[in-house]
Structure formats: C-alpha cells, structure tokens
C-alpha cells in the first residue's frame, strides 16, 4: 500500500520535469524561429515527421507568433482562413491542414531559390561569434589554393596577430587614402567602432589567374560586394540555435556585457536577412561547414575544362 502511494509520486516528479524540459525546449524553438536561425517550415517539417517531439508539441498559436511580424490579430485571421482551431498542437494537425500550413508559410517566408551560376570569388557572412574565422582559418589550413582576402582595418592587433597575415592592421589616415585612390572593393565600420576593407587589386588578380577566393567580412560589406560583382557568392554561416549563438558569445570572453549585449542585437538584423544570400550553412562541426564552403566554389562544383 505504502509503496503504491510513493511510485506514483516519483512519477509525477519525473512528469514534472519532463514537462519542464519539455517547456524549455519549446521556449528554445521559439527564439529560433523568432531570430530565424531555423525557418518555420523546417520546424513545422520536424512536427509533422515527429509529433511527439519538441515542434510537434508547440501550440500552433504560438508557432504563429514566434514568427517575425505575426501578431495575435493576423494570426487568429491565419488560423480561420486555414481552418485550424487555436488549442491544436503542431503535430496534430490532419493532412490537409498540414499542406495548406506549408503552402501558406511557403508563400508568407519563401525559400530562398537556389542559384546555379557559381563564382570564383566567396563571401562568407554571417553573425557575431558564429565561428565564420575558425571556419575560414580551417579553409586556410585545408585547402591552401583558395585565396583568403587579408582586410585592411583601423583596429589594434590582439596578441598573435601578425600584419599582413591576419589584417593589414593601418592608420585611419591611412584607411581614408585607401578609400579616396579607390583601393578598397568594399569598406564598413563593424559594431559601430573600427574601419575594415578589402584590398582589391589581390582579388582581382587572384581572381585572374583563376583562383578562387574567399572573403569573410561582415554583412554591410557583403552587400557592397554583391553591388560591385553581382555574380559572387554569398553564404551565410548559421548557428545550429541563437542559445547557441549567445553561448559561443559568452564562451569566448573577449567582450564586456555591454559589448555582448550589443553584438547580439546587431547578430538579429544580420539574421534578418539572410534571405540575401545565395546559400546557408549551419557551422555545427567547423570541418563540415569548411568543406561546405569549399563545396561551393566553381572549382569543385564542375571540372574546369
Ligand atoms: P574582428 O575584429 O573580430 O577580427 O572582426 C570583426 C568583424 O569584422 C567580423 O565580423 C569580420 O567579418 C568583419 N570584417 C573583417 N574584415 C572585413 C572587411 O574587410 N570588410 C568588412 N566589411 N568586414 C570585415
């Protein structure tokens, strides 16, 4: 008797946690779904395959108003207009109301078009601390034919760094002459502090001699390039969740709380719009995501004949 009223008990705590963990999850997928680190119809894929997993347990109300511009008004309007009652759960939707979700999503968020005229010339953007210089240094290490651009920038060398390898590290007298002889294919102030540029002349000439080359630069400065040659490709390197993103951030320890809070906010605009770039790569493990990048240059992707 006394052993039938304890083993529930232990269940209900293990219930009790499960739901917690279970709340915390969903919470998680939120804020993904809300910076687009994931895009709506990857989560509402995952629900569907799964239901009893994390996305299958979200709320379909709240699915909706985790995404960017969705407020309580349009999404009960959604909710009518795709005839889906607001206590469902992701998972539980029926088959029709599962098509008509993604073809709404793929319409409301469409996904990005694949481009099929590759370039020599690589940008490589994406948000603070999401590893694009591991992954960069990787591709330096691995695949010594890929030209990596060497920016110029007002910014002090940090310990290690060596002119002309890491940086061409300048004065801003210096930069502003860079500028005003037009040596630069693109220049942007980064977290609102120091100048940083591409030289252009050893892109032109790398991209001469028919190398391929990779620039990894913020996204103001990925824009300019696309302006300047519209034919470059651009990728933008996610994080496999923004928890993660705020973990790396916070893992590193070379800013302040301030500095943190700041580049986190900057890190939402720029995934704001990764919808420019011409491919997405989620760096969970630096080597896959190097050898994405690498998979992506002309070079690799057809013989040169
Ligand atoms: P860090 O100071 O940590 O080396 O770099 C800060 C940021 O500057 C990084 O996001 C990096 O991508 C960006 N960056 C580095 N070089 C350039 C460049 O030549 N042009 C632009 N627009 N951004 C750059």
Redesign the pocket.
């Known amino acids: 008797m006394g052993e039938k009223r304890t083993v529930p008990e232990v269940d209900r705590e293990a219930a009790a946690r499960r739901a917690v963990q279970m709340r915390r999850a969903r919470a998680a997928v939120k804020r993904d779904l809300a910076t687009r680190v994931v895009t709506p119809q990857q989560i509402a894929q995952q629900a569907f395959a799964e239901p009893r997993s994390v996305p299958g347990s979200l709320r379909i109300t709240d699915f909706l108003t985790a995404l960017p511009a969705i407020g309580a008004g349009k999404r009960d309007r959604i909710l009518q207009q795709l005839s889906i009652s607001d206590v469902k759960r992701l998972g539980g939707l029926g088959r029709r109301q599962r098509h008509d979700l993604l073809e709404w999503l793929d319409e409301r968020f469409p996904p990005a078009a694949p481009r099929d005229n590759r370039s020599r010339l690589l940008v490589l953007?994406g948000p603070?601390a999401v590893g694009?210089?591991t992954v960069a240094e990787k591709i330096r290490q691995e695949h010594p034919d890929i030209v990596l651009?060497v920016?110029?920038?007002t910014?002090a060398p940090r310990p290690g760094e060596t002119d002309g390898v890491h940086?061409y590290f300048v004065s801003d007298a210096e930069f502003d002459r860079l500028i005003a002889d037009n040596e630069l294919l693109?220049?942007?102030t980064?977290?609102n502090r120091?100048r940083?540029?591409?030289p252009r002349r050893p892109i032109e000439e790398a991209l001469a001699a028919g190398k391929t080359v990779l620039?990894?630069?913020?996204l103001?400065?990925?824009r300019?390039v696309r302006r300047a040659e519209p034919s470059a490709t651009l990728i933008f390197l996610l994080p496999p969740s923004w928890d993660e993103l705020v973990q790396r951030l916070v893992g590193r320890g070379t800013e302040d709380a301030e500095e943190r809070a700041r580049r986190l906010r900057t890190a939402k605009v720029e995934l704001a719009s990764q919808a420019e770039f011409d491919y997405r790569i989620v760096n969970a493990d630096v080597a896959a995501a190097a050898q994405d990048v690498v998979d992506l240059s002309t070079d690799s992707a057809q013989p040169t004949i």
């Not at 620039?215 to 913020?218: G, T």
């Open positions: 953007a603070t694009k210089g651009s920016s110029a920038t910014r940086y693109e220049y942007a980064v977290h120091h940083y540029g591409t620039l990894e630069i913020d103001q400065g990925a300019q």
